[in-house]
C-alpha cells in the first residue's frame, strides 16, 4: 500500500516510542530515520532495531533537504513507509514539505504522534500551558539575540511565560546552554536596556527534558548564569505573572528560593 | 519504595502509552487512572488491563479534588503508584497539586509524558509552532466567552496564531462543538464589533485529534459554521498571518480553499 507515517520517537531514548508507534513501525516495509532534528541522548539504534525486528535506515539533513527526501519517498511510492523522527514528528517544521510532497504524488499520509520537547518542558515545570506567550529560539553567541529578547519582552508585557528553546546543531555535537544563553540575553539587555533581562529577573532552567534525570532549576538571572545544569538538552522558561500555584510547583519541583512566596503575591 | 509516578495515557486508546509508561505500570504495585480531564474515545479498559497485566482502579474528580487524592497518596506510602492520566499528565494543571502534596509528605514523583492534545493540534495543523500565541478555551454557550475573544484579539495583532480548546464536560459526555464555539464568539462580536471573528474570517476546525481519524477542515467562518465535523473532541485554530509554506499545508491537509494562496502573499 502506498503510504508515508510519520512516527514520533518521543525524546530520549528507544522507549519514548508510542505503542501504536512500534505497531507501526513493525507493519511497515521500509523504516527511516533522522536524528539531526532533536537529540535523544540515550537512543541506542541496534538495540531499537532488535526491539522492532526491523532494520532502519538512517537519513541525513542532505536525503531531505537536497534530494527532497526522494529515497523516502520511492520507498512510500512502492510498500508502506514509516519515517521515524525525534519528539513529535511536526513540532519542528522540517518535515512539513515532505509530506506535502507525498500528498502531490498520491502518496497518503498519517500521523503517529510522539511526545514534543514542548509539552514536556512545560509539563515538567508545573506552570500553566495557557499562560504560555510565544515560544522562541536563543541562538549561539554569533547569532544576534535581539528576537527572543523582544518575544521575551512582549509576553512579559502581556503577563505570559516565555518558553525559549536553545539552539542546537546535532550533527556536531554542539548545544547552547543555559549559562551561555543567559549570557547572550544579558548582551541584548546591555544595548536596548529594556530591563527585560536583569540580574534579578526570574528565570526557570531545565535540562534534559524527557529523560530519567530531567534537572529544573528556579532562581533569579544571577544565580542561574553560573550554575552547573549538567548535560544537554537545555531550555530556559521566562515567567510572566505568576499564579501563587505556579510558585508552589517552582519550589517544589524547580528548587526555588522559598522568596518567591513573598515576591509573587 | 516510596513513589508516585505519573504516566500520560497520551490520545484516543490504549496504544497512545509509550513503552515506557507500559513498563512503568508492568512495575507498579498500585495503578490509578483518571478520565475525566479529557476524553480517550477509543479507550478499553479492560483490553488495557489484558495489556499491563494490572488491575487498574478508577479515580473520580471526587477522589482528587474532595479527599485530595488521599487514596493514591496512601498507595504511594507502601509502594510504587502509577497514576495514569489522559495526554500529558501536566498540561492540565489539575494535578499539580497532587504532586506538590507527594513531594510535601516525602514520596518521590517522576513524570512520564505523554502525547499532549496541543502538540497533536499543532503538528496536525502543519502550522509553524513558534507562531502561535496564548492558548485559550471557549466555554460552553452559557458562559460568556469574552476572555477567548480577546485572547484570539490580541494574538492576532501579533501576527500570531490562537489554538481554541473547547469545552467538555466528560462525565456528562458533553462536548462544545467547532460550529456552537464559532457561533458563542459570534455573539461577543457582535457586541464588540472589533472583527476579531466575522464570516470572512479564517480558521481552522480540528476534530479527533490524535485518533485513527483526525478531521481538520480550513475555510471561512461562514463555511464552518454549518459544517459536519463528525464525533468529538473538538478543537479551533485562529490563525495569525500564515506564511506561504503554512497555507500550502493548509491547502494539502486541511482541505483548504485554493483562494488562501492569493489572500495570503
Known amino acids: 500500500m502506498k503510504e508515508l507515517v510519520f512516527v514520533g520517537l518521543g525524546l530520549n531514548d528507544e522507549y519514548g516510542?508510542?505503542?501504536?508507534g512500534l505497531e507501526e513501525i513493525?507493519?511497515?516495509d521500509a523504516v527511516?530515520?533522522?536524528?539531526?532534528?532533536?537529540?535523544?541522548?540515550?537512543?541506542?539504534l541496534q538495540h531499537f532495531e532488535e526491539l522492532c525486528g526491523k532494520k532502519i535506515q538512517h537519513v541525513t539533513r542532505q536525503t531531505l533537504e537536497e534530494e527532497n527526501g526522494k529515497l523516502i519517498l520511492q520507498a512510500a511510492e512502492v510498500g508502506k513507509t514509516v519515517f521515524l523522527v525525534p519528539g513529535d514528528p511536526f513540532i519542528a517544521t522540517t518535515h512539513v514539505t515532505l509530506r506535502i510532497d507525498a500528498e502531490k504524488v498520491g502518496i497518503h499520509t498519517r500521523i503517529v504522534h510522539g511526545i514534543s520537547i514542548i509539552s514536556a518542558i512545560v509539563s515538567l515545570s508545573g506552570l500553566h500551558n495557557y499562560k504560555f506567550g510565544k515560544t522562541v529560539t536563543v541562538p549561539f553567541p554569533e547569532t544576534p539575540a535581539e528576537t527572543p529578547y523582544n518575544v521575551i519582552a512582549q509576553n512579559k508585557k502581556l503577563g505570559l511565560h516565555t518558553l525559549?528553546?536553545?539552539?542546537?546543531?546535532?550533527?556536531?555535537?554542539?548545544y547552547l546552554t543555559i549559562n551561555q544563553a543567559l549570557r547572550t540575553l544579558q548582551t541584548v539587555e546591555e544595548q536596548k536596556q529594556e530591563k527585560v533581562i536583569t540580574p534579578n529577573t526570574v528565570a526557570i532552567g531545565v535540562a534534559r527534558a524527557g529523560s530519567n534525570q530531567p534537572m529544573l532549576k528556579a532562581g533569579f538571572v544571577k544565580d542561574l548564569i553560573d550554575f552547573d545544569f549538567g548535560l544537554p538538552p537545555f531550555s530556559l522558561i521566562f515567567p510572566g505573572e505568576l499564579h501563587f500555584m505556579e510558585v508552589?510547583?517552582?519550589i517544589?519541583?524547580?528548587d526555588a528560593p522559598v522568596e518567591f512566596r513573598r515576591l509573587f503575591r
Chains 1, 2 share one sequence.
Open 17 to 20: 516510542l508510542t505503542l501504536k
Open 26 to 28: 513493525k507493519t511497515a
Open 32 to 44: 527511516f530515520m533522522e536524528t539531526y532534528t532533536s537529540r535523544m541522548p540515550d537512543f541506542n
Open 164 to 174: 525559549c528553546l536553545l539552539d542546537l546543531r546535532e550533527p556536531e555535537n554542539r
Open 248 to 250: 508552589d510547583a517552582l
Open 252 to 254: 517544589a519541583f524547580a
